[in-house]
Protein backbone atom coordinates (compact mmCIF):
# COMPACT_ATOMS: atom_id res chain seq x y z
CA UNK A 1 0.00 0.00 0.00
CA UNK A 2 1.32 3.22 -1.53
CA UNK A 3 0.50 6.36 1.32
CA UNK A 4 1.81 10.01 0.69
CA UNK A 5 1.85 11.85 3.63
CA UNK A 6 1.82 15.91 2.66
CA UNK A 7 2.71 19.06 5.02
CA UNK A 8 2.24 22.64 4.69
CA UNK A 9 5.19 23.07 7.73
CA UNK A 10 8.06 25.99 6.70
CA UNK A 11 9.27 25.19 9.83
CA UNK A 12 9.61 21.83 12.40
CA UNK A 13 7.26 21.35 14.67
CA UNK A 14 6.15 18.48 17.02
CA UNK A 15 4.39 17.46 14.01
CA UNK A 16 7.05 17.39 11.29
CA UNK A 17 9.29 15.69 14.20
CA UNK A 18 6.59 12.94 14.21
CA UNK A 19 6.21 12.19 10.43
CA UNK A 20 10.20 11.94 10.71
CA UNK A 21 10.06 9.32 13.73
CA UNK A 22 7.28 7.16 12.61
CA UNK A 23 7.44 7.06 8.46
CA UNK A 24 10.47 4.99 8.27
CA UNK A 25 8.62 2.28 10.25
CA UNK A 26 5.84 1.76 8.65
CA UNK A 27 7.59 -0.14 6.00
CA UNK A 28 7.74 -2.98 8.77
CA UNK A 29 3.94 -2.92 9.10
CA UNK A 30 3.04 -3.28 4.95
CA UNK A 31 3.50 0.53 4.29
CA UNK A 32 4.84 2.31 2.00
CA UNK A 33 5.24 5.50 2.90
CA UNK A 34 6.43 9.28 1.05
CA UNK A 35 6.60 12.65 2.23
CA UNK A 36 5.71 15.79 0.69
CA UNK A 37 7.30 19.07 1.88
CA UNK A 38 7.24 22.79 0.66
CA UNK A 39 10.52 24.32 -0.27
CA UNK A 40 11.27 25.52 2.86
CA UNK A 41 15.22 25.90 4.59
CA UNK A 42 14.21 25.15 7.97
CA UNK A 43 12.69 22.05 6.95
CA UNK A 44 15.57 20.81 4.90
CA UNK A 45 17.80 18.96 7.88
CA UNK A 46 14.28 16.94 8.59
CA UNK A 47 13.39 16.14 5.10
CA UNK A 48 17.49 14.92 4.59
CA UNK A 49 16.67 12.54 7.72
CA UNK A 50 14.00 11.27 5.89
CA UNK A 51 15.38 10.72 3.16
CA UNK A 52 18.13 9.21 4.21
CA UNK A 53 15.97 6.96 6.29
CA UNK A 54 14.82 5.26 3.08
CA UNK A 55 11.22 7.35 2.80
CA UNK A 56 11.23 9.51 -0.90
CA UNK A 57 10.42 13.11 -0.02
CA UNK A 58 8.93 15.07 -2.49
CA UNK A 59 8.65 18.81 -2.96
CA UNK A 60 5.76 20.27 -4.57
CA UNK A 61 4.54 23.90 -5.49
CA UNK A 62 1.06 22.58 -6.63
CA UNK A 63 -0.41 19.57 -4.57
CA UNK A 64 -1.63 18.68 -8.34
CA UNK A 65 1.74 17.94 -9.21
CA UNK A 66 2.22 14.97 -6.94
CA UNK A 67 2.09 11.53 -8.13
CA UNK A 68 -1.03 9.71 -7.65
CA UNK A 69 -1.14 6.90 -4.32
CA UNK A 70 -3.36 4.60 -2.60
CA UNK A 71 -4.16 7.77 0.31
CA UNK A 72 -2.84 11.02 0.49
CA UNK A 73 -2.57 11.90 4.85
CA UNK A 74 -2.75 16.00 5.30
CA UNK A 75 -1.23 17.48 8.10
CA UNK A 76 -1.01 21.38 8.05
CA UNK A 77 -0.60 24.62 10.21
CA UNK A 78 -3.12 26.45 8.38
CA UNK A 79 -6.80 26.09 7.81
CA UNK A 80 -6.31 27.31 4.36
CA UNK A 81 -4.02 24.91 3.30
CA UNK A 82 -6.00 21.72 4.52
CA UNK A 83 -8.69 23.36 2.11
CA UNK A 84 -5.88 23.16 -0.51
CA UNK A 85 -5.05 19.71 0.05
CA UNK A 86 -8.78 18.82 -0.24
CA UNK A 87 -9.29 19.74 -3.50
CA UNK A 88 -6.58 19.58 -5.09
CA UNK A 89 -5.47 15.99 -4.26
CA UNK A 90 -6.46 12.59 -5.87
CA UNK A 91 -9.07 11.55 -2.76
CA UNK A 92 -9.42 9.59 -0.31
CA UNK A 93 -7.63 12.30 1.53
CA UNK A 94 -7.29 11.57 5.33
CA UNK A 95 -6.72 14.69 7.42
CA UNK A 96 -3.95 13.82 10.05
CA UNK A 97 -4.61 16.20 13.72
CA UNK A 98 -1.79 16.84 15.71
CA UNK A 99 -2.99 20.15 16.96
CA UNK A 100 -4.96 21.62 19.97
CA UNK A 101 -8.27 21.05 19.60
CA UNK A 102 -9.36 22.65 22.69
CA UNK A 103 -6.76 25.32 24.87
CA UNK A 104 -7.85 25.66 28.63
CA UNK A 105 -7.55 29.11 28.83
CA UNK A 106 -8.92 30.77 31.65
CA UNK A 107 -11.95 33.30 32.03
CA UNK A 108 -13.66 31.62 29.91
CA UNK A 109 -11.29 32.34 27.29
CA UNK A 110 -11.24 28.42 26.04
CA UNK A 111 -14.64 28.87 24.51
CA UNK A 112 -13.53 31.85 22.38
CA UNK A 113 -10.34 29.05 20.98
CA UNK A 114 -13.38 26.62 20.47
CA UNK A 115 -15.71 28.84 18.41
CA UNK A 116 -12.84 29.63 16.46
CA UNK A 117 -12.12 26.07 15.39
CA UNK A 118 -15.51 25.26 15.08
CA UNK A 119 -15.50 28.14 12.14
CA UNK A 120 -12.45 27.62 10.57
CA UNK A 121 -11.18 24.23 11.16
CA UNK A 122 -13.97 21.67 11.84
CA UNK A 123 -15.73 22.12 8.31
CA UNK A 124 -12.87 21.63 7.05
CA UNK A 125 -12.38 18.57 8.94
CA UNK A 126 -15.68 17.31 7.72
CA UNK A 127 -14.85 17.56 4.45
CA UNK A 128 -12.05 14.77 4.79
CA UNK A 129 -12.40 11.51 3.88
CA UNK A 130 -11.71 10.45 7.64
CA UNK A 131 -9.59 11.79 10.36
CA UNK A 132 -6.66 10.06 12.56
CA UNK A 133 -5.91 12.17 15.73
CA UNK A 134 -3.05 10.90 18.64
CA UNK A 135 -5.36 11.00 21.47
CA UNK A 136 -8.48 9.25 22.44
CA UNK A 137 -9.35 12.20 24.12
CA UNK A 138 -9.10 14.55 20.83
CA UNK A 139 -11.14 11.64 18.56
CA UNK A 140 -14.13 11.97 21.41
CA UNK A 141 -14.21 15.74 21.58
CA UNK A 142 -13.93 16.17 17.71
CA UNK A 143 -17.23 13.93 17.49
CA UNK A 144 -18.87 15.16 20.07
CA UNK A 145 -18.18 18.73 20.38
CA UNK A 146 -17.28 20.19 16.66
CA UNK A 147 -19.60 16.94 15.09
CA UNK A 148 -16.01 15.37 12.80
CA UNK A 149 -17.65 12.12 11.45
CA UNK A 150 -14.94 9.17 10.65
CA UNK A 151 -12.36 10.75 13.58
CA UNK A 152 -10.27 7.80 14.47
CA UNK A 153 -7.32 8.10 16.85
CA UNK A 154 -3.99 6.66 17.38
CA UNK A 155 -1.49 6.93 20.84
CA UNK A 156 1.44 9.13 20.36
CA UNK A 157 5.04 6.99 20.81
CA UNK A 158 8.76 7.75 21.75
CA UNK A 159 11.91 5.87 21.08
CA UNK A 160 12.38 4.76 24.89
CA UNK A 161 16.29 3.76 23.68
CA UNK A 162 16.99 7.63 23.11
CA UNK A 163 14.49 9.03 25.87
CA UNK A 164 16.36 6.71 28.99
CA UNK A 165 16.66 7.29 31.86
CA UNK A 166 20.33 8.10 33.26
CA UNK A 167 22.36 5.32 34.17
CA UNK A 168 23.29 5.86 37.24
CA UNK A 169 23.64 9.65 39.65
CA UNK A 170 26.92 10.01 37.80
CA UNK A 171 25.28 9.86 34.74
CA UNK A 172 22.87 12.29 35.84
CA UNK A 173 25.47 15.16 37.21
CA UNK A 174 27.65 15.04 34.27
CA UNK A 175 24.94 15.69 32.18
CA UNK A 176 24.26 18.61 34.55
CA UNK A 177 27.67 19.61 34.28
CA UNK A 178 27.42 19.59 30.14
CA UNK A 179 24.47 22.33 30.42
CA UNK A 180 25.59 24.42 33.32
CA UNK A 181 23.27 22.97 35.68
CA UNK A 182 23.29 22.04 39.23
CA UNK A 183 21.11 20.60 42.23
CA UNK A 184 17.88 19.64 41.96
CA UNK A 185 16.65 21.24 38.24
CA UNK A 186 12.79 21.11 36.89
CA UNK A 187 12.79 20.69 33.21
CA UNK A 188 10.21 23.00 30.47
CA UNK A 189 10.85 22.09 27.38
CA UNK A 190 8.15 24.22 24.89
CA UNK A 191 8.15 26.98 22.31
CA UNK A 192 7.94 30.55 23.31
CA UNK A 193 4.59 31.00 21.55
CA UNK A 194 2.78 33.96 21.75
CA UNK A 195 -0.25 32.34 22.54
CA UNK A 196 1.25 31.08 25.76
CA UNK A 197 -0.33 28.40 25.76
CA UNK A 198 2.58 26.23 27.71
CA UNK A 199 2.04 28.29 30.53
CA UNK A 200 5.89 29.27 31.27
CA UNK A 201 4.55 32.37 33.59
CA UNK A 202 3.37 30.28 35.73
CA UNK A 203 6.07 27.95 36.31
CA UNK A 204 8.71 30.77 36.66
CA UNK A 205 6.67 32.48 39.13
CA UNK A 206 5.84 28.83 41.10
CA UNK A 207 9.97 28.62 41.17
CA UNK A 208 10.61 31.71 42.41
CA UNK A 209 10.98 31.28 46.27
CA UNK A 210 12.71 27.61 45.70
CA UNK A 211 15.53 28.73 45.71
CA UNK A 212 17.43 25.30 45.89
CA UNK A 213 15.94 24.43 42.77
CA UNK A 214 16.88 25.33 39.18
CA UNK A 215 14.11 25.87 36.38
CA UNK A 216 15.27 24.92 32.83
CA UNK A 217 13.68 26.27 30.07
CA UNK A 218 14.47 25.10 27.04
CA UNK A 219 12.87 26.50 23.63
CA UNK A 220 12.80 29.62 21.55
CA UNK A 221 10.05 32.09 19.95
CA UNK A 222 9.18 35.54 19.85
CA UNK A 223 8.16 35.61 23.82
CA UNK A 224 11.57 34.14 24.94
CA UNK A 225 13.05 38.07 25.20
CA UNK A 226 10.00 39.28 26.80
CA UNK A 227 10.23 36.54 29.73
CA UNK A 228 13.80 37.01 30.21
CA UNK A 229 13.45 40.12 30.60
CA UNK A 230 10.31 39.66 33.03
CA UNK A 231 12.49 37.17 34.81
CA UNK A 232 15.34 39.47 35.75
CA UNK A 233 12.81 42.51 36.51
CA UNK A 234 11.03 39.76 39.44
CA UNK A 235 14.27 38.61 40.38
CA UNK A 236 13.86 34.95 39.84
CA UNK A 237 17.65 33.77 39.82
CA UNK A 238 16.63 30.34 39.51
CA UNK A 239 15.47 30.70 36.09
CA UNK A 240 17.64 29.18 33.32
CA UNK A 241 16.77 29.73 29.44
CA UNK A 242 18.72 27.64 27.24
CA UNK A 243 17.31 28.44 24.17
CA UNK A 244 16.71 25.91 21.23
CA UNK A 245 18.45 22.50 22.40
CA UNK A 246 19.40 19.68 19.93
CA UNK A 247 20.57 16.86 22.65
CA UNK A 248 17.05 17.10 24.05
CA UNK A 249 17.30 13.18 25.40
CA UNK A 250 20.64 14.12 27.29
CA UNK A 251 18.94 17.59 28.83
CA UNK A 252 16.15 14.97 29.97
CA UNK A 253 18.68 13.05 31.45
CA UNK A 254 20.10 15.84 33.37
CA UNK A 255 16.57 16.80 34.87
CA UNK A 256 15.21 15.74 37.91
CA UNK A 257 11.72 16.74 37.55
CA UNK A 258 9.68 17.79 34.50
CA UNK A 259 7.51 20.96 34.91
CA UNK A 260 4.86 21.17 32.37
CA UNK A 261 2.33 23.32 33.00
CA UNK A 262 0.41 23.79 29.67
CA UNK A 263 -3.43 24.89 28.95
CA UNK A 264 -3.25 22.61 25.64
CA UNK A 265 -2.36 19.43 24.43
CA UNK A 266 -3.50 16.61 21.93
CA UNK A 267 -0.90 14.01 23.60
CA UNK A 268 2.36 15.81 24.16
CA UNK A 269 5.46 14.13 22.57
CA UNK A 270 7.59 16.21 25.46
CA UNK A 271 5.45 14.74 28.39
CA UNK A 272 5.97 11.19 27.06
CA UNK A 273 9.69 11.96 26.24
CA UNK A 274 10.18 12.58 29.82
CA UNK A 275 8.18 9.92 31.34
CA UNK A 276 10.87 7.74 28.93
CA UNK A 277 13.59 9.66 30.45
CA UNK A 278 12.16 8.37 33.99
CA UNK A 279 10.76 11.77 35.50
CA UNK A 280 7.98 12.29 37.69
CA UNK A 281 5.63 14.53 35.63
CA UNK A 282 4.12 17.87 37.43
CA UNK A 283 1.48 19.04 34.89
CA UNK A 284 -2.25 20.47 34.42
CA UNK A 285 -5.15 18.11 34.82
CA UNK A 286 -6.45 18.92 31.18
CA UNK A 287 -7.62 15.94 29.65
CA UNK A 288 -4.86 15.16 27.40
CA UNK A 289 -2.60 14.89 30.16
CA UNK A 290 -4.79 12.93 32.32
CA UNK A 291 -5.02 10.66 29.41
CA UNK A 292 -0.94 9.99 30.20
CA UNK A 293 -0.37 10.71 33.77
CA UNK A 294 -2.38 9.35 36.83
CA UNK A 295 -2.42 11.38 40.08
CA UNK A 296 -0.03 10.25 42.41
CA UNK A 297 1.48 7.44 40.09
CA UNK A 298 3.14 9.10 37.43
CA UNK A 299 3.35 12.14 38.37
CA UNK A 300 1.31 15.27 39.87
CA UNK A 301 -1.91 16.71 37.64
CA UNK A 302 -2.29 20.00 39.70
CA UNK A 303 -3.86 23.21 38.44
CA UNK A 304 -1.84 25.27 36.49
CA UNK A 305 -1.16 27.94 38.86
CA UNK A 306 1.98 29.53 40.54
CA UNK A 307 0.81 28.10 43.66
CA UNK A 308 -0.12 24.61 43.03
CA UNK A 309 2.56 24.30 41.18
CA UNK A 310 5.01 24.83 43.92
CA UNK A 311 3.49 22.61 46.36
CA UNK A 312 3.93 19.79 44.04
CA UNK A 313 7.21 20.79 43.24
CA UNK A 314 7.59 20.59 47.20
CA UNK A 315 6.30 17.91 47.81
CA UNK A 316 8.83 15.66 45.27
CA UNK A 317 11.57 17.73 46.73
CA UNK A 318 10.73 16.22 50.29
CA UNK A 319 10.24 12.61 48.75
CA UNK A 320 13.15 12.04 46.70
CA UNK A 321 12.37 8.57 47.07
CA UNK A 322 8.49 8.58 46.11
CA UNK A 323 9.92 10.85 43.20
CA UNK A 324 11.52 8.23 41.98
CA UNK A 325 9.36 5.84 42.03
CA UNK A 326 6.86 8.01 40.01
CA UNK A 327 9.70 8.23 37.56
CA UNK A 328 10.26 4.80 37.44
CA UNK A 329 6.31 4.20 37.07
CA UNK A 330 6.28 6.79 34.38
CA UNK A 331 8.55 4.83 31.91
CA UNK A 332 7.06 1.92 32.57
CA UNK A 333 4.02 3.61 31.16
CA UNK A 334 5.19 4.45 27.91
CA UNK A 335 7.13 0.90 27.15
CA UNK A 336 3.80 -0.37 27.74
CA UNK A 337 1.63 2.07 24.62
CA UNK A 338 3.07 4.47 24.22
CA UNK A 339 6.71 3.48 21.83
CA UNK A 340 7.10 4.27 18.05
CA UNK A 341 6.49 0.80 17.36
CA UNK A 342 2.89 1.03 19.12
CA UNK A 343 2.15 4.02 16.98
CA UNK A 344 3.39 2.75 13.18
CA UNK A 345 1.42 -0.27 14.12
CA UNK A 346 -1.71 1.31 15.05
CA UNK A 347 -1.68 3.95 12.09
CA UNK A 348 -0.46 0.81 9.68
CA UNK A 349 -3.78 -0.42 10.56
CA UNK A 350 -6.03 2.44 10.09
CA UNK A 351 -4.55 3.04 6.88
CA UNK A 352 -5.06 0.00 5.66
CA UNK A 353 -8.73 0.73 6.83
CA UNK A 354 -8.92 3.76 4.50
CA UNK A 355 -12.03 5.62 4.95
Do not use: C
Not at 23 to 42: D, H, I, S, Y
Not at 92 to 106: K, R
Not at 152 to 172: A, I, Q, S
Not at 234 to 259: H, S
Amino acid sequence: MRVGFITDARQVGGSEVWLAEVLPRLAQEGVAPLAAFPEAPATRALRRRLAESGVPVLPYRRPSDLPRVDLWVASTWYPRNLARFLNELPRPVLALVHDQVEIHYPLGLRYGYRLGYRLLQAPLLRRADGVITVSRWAARFLGEVHRVPRVRYLLNGVDPERFRPPGDEGERAAQKARFGLAGPVALLPARFAVSLEKNQPAALLAVRPLTGLTLALAGEGPLLGPLRRLAAVLGIRNARFLGRVEAMPELYRAADFFLFPTLGENQSLATLEAMASGLPVITSPIPAQAELVSDGLEGRLVPPTPAALRRALRELLADPEGARTMGRRARQRVLASHTLRHTARRLAALLKEGT
